[in-house]
């Protein structure tokens, strides 16, 4: 809705568009100080209406490639961020071990998966601009035929966000890869990935927007419950089973966005029995999940960890 000023005798339409925009100031009578004014009202029909609003949230952006730094300016006008999600990568599962010379043949562990914010809101200074870094899932180790050598599903990249005046944000470090020794006698013969740990500067606990949303109501992100962060989850560590011609399946990867009650996720599934041609590879995980890890026959391999995302959207409390 436009707003007017009076200006030496005209009335002057305020600009509120761009990056910086016009501002209406009123004197507190208490303080007797200007004030940045927020919100203005005028009564109607007996009722007060809204007519200005210094600053409306946002639509929601996800971001999600891997390949790039991706930024974004803040608005002139808003202090917060809402990130409903933001996970570090999965990393890969291993790769499942066919025959060896000890008699067994081994399933690959699963991957782990990276450390996770749900609904928190961070300040950040309008106009700044934020850089993005968002995590690619971890390659899954390569499955291994008779004798079986080592091999290694990859570590997930960390997802991450800073800002040119505010700093480090959050770092949600990937989940890494089970790791698949051949001819090992101790089990388990593929350990799973390790979960990606975290650092995240402290969130806002508490407040409304100048468009009248409280943020403790923010519940729409993967745990259903505001002010949510947390490390990954571990991998499951591989099967080992005697003899030739097991078809022994792999062995799943670490769930994302799991809390400590331990609620699941979205991780990468395990491989399947049987040989490479009926689906035995290790599942590719989604949205930072671990991947699973690679049946035994043949020596088939792990899935690829799930890549990193943010989503979110500006605010202004």
Same mark, same amino acid.
């Given at each position: 809705?436009?707003?007017?000023?009076?200006?030496?005798?005209?009335?002057?339409?305020?600009?509120?568009?761009?990056?910086?925009?016009?501002?209406?100031?009123?004197?507190?009578?208490?303080?007797?100080?200007?004030?940045?004014?927020?919100?203005?009202?005028?009564?109607?029909?007996?009722?007060?209406?809204?007519?200005?609003?210094?600053?409306?949230?946002?639509?929601?952006?996800?971001?999600?490639?891997?390949?790039?730094?991706?930024?974004?300016?803040?608005?002139?006008?808003?202090?917060?961020?809402?990130?409903?999600?933001?996970?570090?990568?999965?990393?890969?599962?291993?790769?499942?071990?066919?025959?060896?010379?000890?008699?067994?043949?081994?399933?690959?562990?699963?991957?782990?998966?990276?450390?996770?914010?749900?609904?928190?809101?961070?300040?950040?200074?309008?106009?700044?601009?934020?850089?993005?870094?968002?995590?690619?899932?971890?390659?899954?180790?390569?499955?291994?035929?008779?004798?079986?050598?080592?091999?290694?599903?990859?570590?997930?990249?960390?997802?991450?966000?800073?800002?040119?005046?505010?700093?480090?944000?959050?770092?949600?470090?990937?989940?890494?890869?089970?790791?698949?020794?051949?001819?090992?006698?101790?089990?388990?013969?593929?350990?799973?990935?390790?979960?990606?740990?975290?650092?995240?500067?402290?969130?806002?606990?508490?407040?409304?927007?100048?468009?009248?949303?409280?943020?403790?109501?923010?519940?729409?992100?993967?745990?259903?419950?505001?002010?949510?962060?947390?490390?990954?989850?571990?991998?499951?560590?591989?099967?080992?089973?005697?003899?030739?011609?097991?078809?022994?399946?792999?062995?799943?990867?670490?769930?994302?966005?799991?809390?400590?009650? #331990?609620?699941? *996720?979205? &991780? %990468?599934?395990?491989?399947? +029995?049987?040989?490479?041609? =009926? /689906?035995?590879? @290790?599942? !590719?995980?989604?949205? #930072?999940?671990? *991947?699973? &890890? %690679?049946?035994?026959?043949? +020596?088939?391999?792990?899935? =690829? /960890?799930?890549? @990193?995302? !943010?989503?979110?959207?500006?605010?202004?409390?």
């Amino acid at each position: 809705m436009p707003m007017y000023v009076k200006d030496g005798g005209d009335w002057r339409e305020l600009d509120t568009s761009g990056d910086n925009p016009d501002q209406l100031y009123c004197r507190d009578g208490t303080s007797f100080t200007n004030k940045t004014i927020l919100n203005g009202y005028v009564k109607t029909g007996g009722a007060w209406k809204e007519f200005y609003n210094i600053f409306l949230t946002t639509d929601f952006q996800t971001f999600t490639d891997t390949t790039q730094q991706l930024f974004e300016r803040v608005p002139a006008l808003a202090n917060k961020i809402h990130i409903q999600k933001a996970v570090g990568a999965g990393g890969g599962g291993g790769g499942g071990l066919a025959y060896d010379k000890a008699g067994f043949e081994d399933s690959g562990g699963g991957g782990a998966s990276g450390a996770f914010i749900s609904d928190m809101v961070f300040s950040v200074t309008g106009g700044e601009i934020l850089t993005f870094n968002i995590g690619a899932g971890g390659t899954g180790g390569n499955g291994v035929g008779e004798p079986p050598t080592n091999t290694q599903g990859t570590t997930g990249g960390a997802t991450t966000l800073s800002g040119a005046t505010t700093g480090p944000i959050f770092t949600l470090n990937g989940g890494s890869g089970a790791v698949s020794t051949g001819g090992r006698v101790s089990a388990p013969a593929s350990v799973a990935g390790v979960a990606g740990t975290r650092t995240v500067i402290s969130g806002v606990g508490s407040g409304t927007t100048t468009d009248g949303l409280n943020i403790t109501t923010f519940t729409s992100g993967p745990r259903a419950t505001f002010n949510q962060q947390g490390n990954g989850t571990n991998g499951t560590d591989g099967v080992r089973y005697s003899g030739d011609n097991a078809n022994g399946v792999g062995s799943p990867g670490g769930a994302s966005f799991v809390n400590l009650a #331990g609620t699941a *996720g979205a &991780g %990468g599934d395990a491989g399947n +029995g049987g040989a490479p041609e =009926s /689906g035995q590879f @290790g599942k !590719v995980g989604s949205q #930072g999940g671990g *991947g699973g &890890g %690679g049946g035994t026959e043949q +020596g088939a391999p792990g899935g =690829s /960890g799930g890549d @990193g995302l !943010v989503q979110f959207r500006f605010l202004r409390i």
